[in-house]
């Protein structure tokens, strides 16, 4: 897990930190004593979380380097989808790859809600089938076809 911050608001603005400072970092005015309710910190978990971690949900990174200190915003995402193990399939054009590291700083959002143990007994295999068919094959990555 990365670690959170902490948002306030202070002289007008709002203001991420990750830790409550004493002073504003911004005007220097003593954050602490003048906050009003509105004003108080709030703590903001990380988005960013160890696809590995995740089970079956849908995951992203950049597709070279992390996202944490490498990421300029304009570079190529990568997705992937995990298993209830949290190996992660994906696809490039290489074909179908399944991966137990190399997923490691991503944003997650999971598919099968935690009540759903059915199919969550079920989704390995219906991952396993689906990345098998014959449209993920390497020299379909950029033509489509």
Not at 78 to 89: C, E, K
Not at 110 to 117: F, G, K, N, R, T
């Amino acid at each position: 897990m990365y670690d959170s911050l902490v948002k306030f608001s202070h002289c007008g603005q709002d203001i991420y930190c990750q830790s409550v400072p004493q002073q504003c970092p911004v005007c220097g005015g003593a954050a602490v004593s003048s906050w009003r309710l509105e004003e108080a910190p709030v703590t903001i978990p990380s988005p960013i979380v160890n696809g590995h971690t995740q089970r079956c949900s849908f995951v992203l990174k950049p597709t070279r380097g992390h996202f944490l200190g490498e990421y300029d915003g304009s570079a190529d995402l990568h997705v992937g989808i995990s298993s209830s193990t949290g190996m992660v399939y994906h696809y490039n054009e290489s074909g179908t790859h399944k991966d137990s590291v190399g997923w490691e700083q991503t944003v997650s959002v999971p598919l099968v809600p935690a009540h759903h143990y059915s199919l969550l007994h079920q989704w390995d295999s219906y991952l396993e089938e689906f990345s098998a068919a014959d449209h993920w094959h390497p020299h379909r990555y950029l033509s489509g076809k």
